[in-house]
């Protein structure tokens, strides 16, 4: 069994095997991979537009809070979520408005009329009611700021949710 | 790299691994037959690692079940890939392990000494059928629960254990959540534990008594019996020679394994890729109409029972499968003739002929059997799906058709969601006479029917536009109000 052709049978079925089965495995292993880490790499968001009102009823002096419901895809599951955000504007033309979750651990922040500020009461983080930046407290970044447009007098600001508890505004 | 294999062998000796399990001598002049153990093995590493995959992105629970396949579907890196890859690995799993069956049948391979390696064998067939049984149930659509309620009712036929039996498989009286829950957790936790096991068993002993001569070297001069006090001997002695050829397990036989394994998985991907996976309407317990056939694997026995009585029934669809079980177990114990060469014994080419062209021609007359109407309201709505089963309830099919079914008093309807609107066709079934003054339909209208289920029903109609692709062209034109 050591003739020549024997030999040459043997090679081939020994790189028979080494390219027949990784290529079994790999043809199974590729689509499963990238299923698997497709969500690592996924960097598209939609803009959600939220009608927060008519632009000339927020009151200059105070925030004003606007809860709505969002409806999100969650995987294969529609949920409902309470959310919120504060609007904030000096000149009921330009306005500031503010993710209503606190940037340490996002708990719901409340407007203190006393202090003038933002107060978060998980942690008592304090924040500038203007600029939404940090008076005091743990929070390591100011309140994360939404875009805004007006479109014929009606306010609405584009919802995100960013990642808590870190000194950057990165989008979750 | 030479020097991490030295510093593994000094530790684990792969040296010695390599000289049992690689360069092992095995028999000569083995076929590409050989070859389907190893094929269905690799078939399951590929459902194993899609299924895994699939597992990530999948919810057992009648609410989501769907849902989640359709995210899979439509939302996942290569979803479609992966379902297809893994619908078509299953029927390839089936073929190659009947195939290897009825090769190691043919050959006599289940004599001395394997016996106890045909038993796992078959328990390895078993779990596989088992696989693809409560596999199709998973994604929830209406072949997944008609197919189930069938598969079940079958069971329930069994004498004195039946009621037992269907509330065991459905963990329930009814086909529901914890049917899915338990289906799930057999398909994709115990079953390949199951699975895993025996194939280690099967290979443990296919290393430990080596592969299977070729029928010829292990006839001549044998005693008639392998029950004969001196078969061993005489076994011993024919299988020893067997391996004077010099060829060993690799690359002689690993390397036509891969071979076939590759090709095998590259027909697996590309039909995958190519014709994805089924997926029809959600399972809609409320639907009447739909005919569940079952995978084609299960034609057999599904054609047969359309052959006989009724009251033959439970005897057929229970009786056969579990005599075929009892004969595969029995088999090496009752067939001790020393003789392996399938044209030499009769009886087994006889049987094995008879079952083959038995289950060949059931699964033609299935094949040519026409075939259920495709559900072409693939995306019906829950309120479409209610005004179907208004439509049923109502008997509307007395007077119309809907695709070739129904009566031919009325208008066949099969196309009139591409001739009129909804808002038409709730008018209309609301009182016929203010649209045509002779039509013989009856209002339906309150108190018949309320405003709610009228438009139920009008919404499903509207979804019926006959041949796809149409796009719906109305020509509605409503009586001038009557003054008050």
Not at chain 2, 201 to 227: C, F, M, N, W, Y
Request: glycine share 8%; aromatic share 10%; hydrophobic share 45%.
């Amino acid at each position: 069994m050591t003739t020549a052709p024997a030999t040459e049978r043997r090679r081939f079925l020994r790189w028979a095997t080494a390219i027949g089965g990784s290529l079994a495995l790999l043809l199974a292993f590729v689509p499963s991979l990238r299923a698997f880490l497709s969500p690592a790499f996924r960097r598209k968001r939609s803009e959600k537009w939220i009608r927060l009102g008519a632009a000339d009823q927020f009151d200059t002096s105070v925030p004003t809070k606007v809860d709505f419901v969002d409806t999100e895809n969650d995987a294969w599951v529609a949920i409902r979520r309470l959310r919120n955000v504060w609007i904030s504007t000096t000149d009921g033309e330009h306005f500031t408005v503010f993710n209503g979750r606190c940037t340490h651990l996002g708990c719901n922040y409340a407007f203190d009329k006393a202090a003038n500020v933002f107060r978060c009461p998980c942690h008592t983080g304090y924040f500038d009611i203007k600029t939404g930046s940090v008076l005091g407290g743990p929070p390591p970044r100011p309140l994360d700021t939404l875009s805004v447009k007006v479109e014929d007098g009606i306010l609405y600001a584009d919802y995100q949710d960013f990642r808590l508890g870190i000194a950057s505004k990165v989008t979750v | 790299m030479a020097s991490l294999f030295r510093w593994l062998d000094e530790r684990v000796n792969l040296r010695g691994a390599k000289r049992d399990l690689l360069d092992r001598e095995v028999p000569d002049r083995l076929t590409w037959w050989h070859t389907l153990g190893s094929a269905t093995l690799t078939v399951f590493l590929v459902q194993l690692i899609t299924g895994v995959t699939l597992a990530t992105y999948y919810s057992s629970s009648p609410d989501h079940a769907y849902e989640s396949i359709q995210f899979i579907n439509r939302q996942v890196a290569s979803g479609m890939l992966l379902r297809g890859i893994h619908h078509w690995g299953a029927s390839a799993m089936v073929v190659l392990i009947i195939a290897h069956v009825i090769r190691v049948f043919a050959v006599g391979a289940y004599k001395y000494p394997r016996e106890i390696n045909w038993l796992v064998g078959v328990g390895l067939l078993v779990v596989v059928l088992a696989f693809s049984f409560t596999g199709y149930l998973l994604p929830w659509d209406q072949k997944a629960y008609w197919a189930t309620a069938v598969g079940t009712n079958i069971a329930g036929t069994t004498p004195l254990l039946g009621g037992a039996l269907v509330a065991l498989l459905r963990g329930g009286s009814e086909l529901g959540a914890a049917t899915l829950a338990r289906f799930y957790a057999f398909h994709a936790l115990w079953l390949p534990l199951l699975l895993t096991a025996l194939m280690a068993l099967h290979i443990i002993l296919v290393v430990r008594q080596g592969i299977a001569a070729r029928p010829k070297a292990l006839e001549d001069g044998a005693p008639g019996s392998t029950a004969d006090p001196a078969y061993p001997a005489y076994y011993r002695g024919a299988y020893a020679a067997t391996k004077r050829g010099g060829q060993r397990f690799w690359p002689d036989v690993l390397g036509k394994d891969a071979i076939v394994s590759a090709v095998v998985v590259i027909a697996i991907f590309a039909l995958g890729a190519a014709l994805g996976a089924p997926l029809e309407a959600p399972a809609d317990p409320t639907d009447t109409t739909y005919i569940p056939r079952p995978e084609w694997y299960f034609l057999p026995i599904y054609q047969l029972l359309k052959l006989v009585p009724g009251s033959f029934e439970s005897a057929i669809a229970v009786g056969v499968p579990t005599a075929l079980l009892l004969a595969l177990v029995c088999l090496p114990f009752f067939d001790r003739g020393s003789t392996r060469n399938l044209l030499h014994r009769p009886l087994a080419l006889a049987s094995l002929v008879f079952i083959l062209a038995g289950s060949g021609f059931l699964i033609g007359a299935a094949g040519r059997a026409p075939q259920p109407k495709s559900d072409s309201s693939a995306a019906l709505s829950s309120v479409e799906r209610a005004g179907r089963a208004l439509y049923q309830s109502q008997q509307c099919g007395g007077c119309h058709r809907i695709a070739g079914e129904g009566g031919d008093i009325g208008p066949d309807l099969s196309d009139v969601g591409a001739r009129h609107s909804a808002g038409w066709i709730h008018s209309f079934i609301e009182l016929p006479s203010r649209f045509h003054a002779e039509s013989r339909m009856p209002a339906y209208g309150p108190p018949t029917l309320s405003h709610q289920e009228i438009e139920e029903l009008a919404q499903y109609l509207s979804s019926l536009e006959g041949a796809p692709g149409h796009e719906p062209h109305y020509y509605d034109s409503f009586p001038a109000p009557r003054s008050p």
